[in-house]
């Protein structure tokens, strides 16, 4: 059996045919006679509401077909406007070509443009950025550059150099009033800038507010001169990165040096003193010194009582000086030798590649066989009766890595090892350290690492 339902969704009447002998729907046993032709109504209802369908069909088609024209538009048109005055967005965005340009600048000048003023007077956000920055690191002097290379008044708030070329400028003029907003006068601080003694007075470093990488960077080489409106200020260049646009401001940040040092030495000695003028001269030993090395006699210009008077020194102690006259009040004091020694702030080292006998001026000294001589050697300590070393005398022996073997020797003298006691000469191997020490006239005591 077939049938065929009119659904209502396409333009039916919800009914159904059938092609058999059912009572109600079927065309068989005469049903044609009566359902037959309603059938075919329905069939040419159903094709009118398919045809109505397709051309609502069509008209959305082409609805859609404008809106995405539309839509276009409003994205991507550059050559005019898209309705009335407005621009689409990538017109907006990076500028079109037509009588529809944007005016007021693009999306991407309002983002990154550096170069100038974006619309009248404002700037891009990165310009902003930029100048926030500097203003926060720029803590110094403001000016406008003016291109002019002549030295004269600058004009109020700017600043002139006196060559167009960073490493040519010698010199450079400010005007008194800076470009912060009043143009208050900083004179009196650019007048401290040439206030060192030192002759390089301090470190001129000027950057352009809008552009940080650009920067020259000057001593200030001489005295400033003060022509009341502006000043003249002597440089040196130092060094320079990028280059400065005419009418943009500058900042400058000066750094002072620190006084030159007083006076100058006028002697070369070993003790100096002042000369009340400034400088530091030599002193006299005997008149403004006790020399070392000797007994030294000086009268005393200080008032002393008649007795209780001490000074530390000498071999035998503490020497109480007393009155030879109880009326008198000035004294002549005598300073043995040893009371000046001051003995050396290192230990010099005196180098020997053959055998050695040392000298006095070895005392406080350590003598070195070097790693280059790889021959044994003797080091020999001479007689009391010949080399009298003070008493206390301190020599250190050193033998270097990869140096040959060292003897160190005593002539008829006694020489002891430390903590064992036994005396004679003693072997000292490479990378070895000792040090004999004058106990006696006639005894020494000898210690040390790698020492046999």
Do not use: C
């Amino acid at each position: 059996m077939s049938s065929a339902y009119f659904d209502p969704a396409v333009g039916g009447n919800g009914t159904t045919v059938t092609d058999d002998s059912n009572v109600t729907t079927g065309l068989a046993n005469g049903g044609h006679r009566t359902r037959f032709v309603p059938a075919l109504a329905q069939v040419v209802a159903v094709a009118d509401n398919t045809v109505t369908k397709a051309t609502e069909a069509s008209g959305s088609a082409s609805t859609a077909a404008g809106h995405a024209t539309t839509a276009s538009n409003w994205a991507t048109k550059t050559d005019n406007f898209v309705s009335g005055s407005d621009n689409s967005a990538k017109s907006w965005s990076v500028g079109g070509t037509g009588s529809g340009d944007p005016t007021a600048g693009s999306s991407k000048d309002w983002a990154t443009k550096t170069s100038g003023t974006v619309d009248g007077s404002d700037y891009s956000a990165k310009y902003y950025a930029q100048q926030s920055s500097a203003a926060a690191s720029a803590s110094g002097a403001r000016w406008n550059f003016d291109s002019s290379t002549t030295m004269a008044d600058p004009g109020t708030g700017e600043i002139r150099l006196n060559n167009a070329t960073f490493s040519s400028v010698t010199q450079i003029a400010v005007s008194a009033l800076s470009a912060d907003s009043g143009n208050p006068d900083i004179s009196d601080y650019i007048l401290t800038w040439d206030d060192s003694t030192s002759t390089v007075k301090g470190v001129l470093s000027i950057r352009e507010l809008g552009a940080p990488d650009s920067i020259v960077v000057f001593k200030v080489s001489g005295t400033i001169t003060d022509n009341g409106v502006w000043l003249q200020i002597p440089v040196t260049y130092v060094m320079s990165s990028g280059s400065v646009t005419n009418g943009n401001q500058l900042v400058a940040q000066f750094s002072a040096s620190g006084d030159a040092a007083i006076g100058s030495i006028t002697a070369t000695t070993s003790i100096l003193k002042g000369d009340n003028a400034g400088n530091a001269v030599g002193a006299t030993a005997g008149t403004d010194f006790v020399a070392p090395g000797a007994a030294t006699t000086f009268s005393a210009t200080q008032n002393f009582a008649a007795s209780g008077v001490t000074l530390k020194g000498s071999s035998t102690g503490v020497t109480t000086f007393t009155s030879a006259n109880a009326s008198a009040t000035n004294y002549t004091l005598t300073i043995p030798a040893e009371t000046m020694e001051a003995g050396f702030r290192n230990i010099p080292q005196n180098a020997q590649s053959t055998a050695y006998s040392l000298v006095l001026t070895d005392a406080g000294k350590h003598i070195l066989h070097p790693s280059a001589d790889t021959t044994a050697r003797i080091f020999t300590i001479p007689a009391n009766a010949s080399v009298a070393f003070p008493i206390g005398s301190a020599i250190t022996f050193v033998n270097q890595v990869s140096a040959g073997v060292l003897t160190i020797a005593i002539t008829s003298d006694v020489m002891r090892l430390a903590g064992a006691g036994t005396t004679g000469s003693r072997t000292l191997a490479a990378n070895g350290v000792a040090t004999a020490l004058k106990l006696t006239a006639t005894e020494w005591i000898i210690s040390g690492s790698g020492l046999t």
